[in-house]
């Protein structure tokens, strides 16, 4: 299971890498467009993404009060970027550090709304790699529709690809 999980990890901070290089040449125009989608624009989205790797990331080290992150950020877009990319190489860290009875045991936290919830590990750390791979598939959508048309593949099998 640990292999498996370091491997999503892995493509995780490839995907993201790829999506927020191509993010980082967008014009703030695009960036900022409101549009219908979960979140109303690119930044957003992004941020979003960020702000639960990051939540995730506390509530697995066990923090007791973890914070939304991206709750008065007045960084830049491209500060927001880059502090999504060290929070997947963090969740990776996190992974590598783990054996498989650390992975199987039930992690106890309180979602957004104070509910509280008991999840093995290793299905909090695959709903955070597909909660990013849904995300990104927005922003694919989002920077089309913003005009962009540099857009990178981010499939499984194109990482596989590359790392096997």
Known sequence: M???????????????????????????????????????TIKDTACHVWGAEDMWLQRLSL???????????????????????????????????????SLSAGLHYSDLKGNRHTTPVYMVLQHVFNHATYHRGQLVTMMRTAGATQIPGTDFILFARENS
């Open 2 to 40: 640990k292999e498996l999980l370091i491997q999503y990890a892995a493509y995780n901070i490839w995907a993201n890498n790829r999506m927020v290089e191509a993010m980082r040449a967008l014009p703030d125009s695009a960036v900022n467009q409101e549009m219908d989608s979960s979140f109303k």
């Open 63 to 101: 923090s007791e009060n973890p914070v939304w992150v991206v709750k008065g950020f007045e960084g830049s877009f491209g500060e927001a970027l880059t502090n999504w990319q060290a929070a997947s190489k963090d969740i990776m860290g996190f992974v590598a550090r783990q054996d498989e009875a």
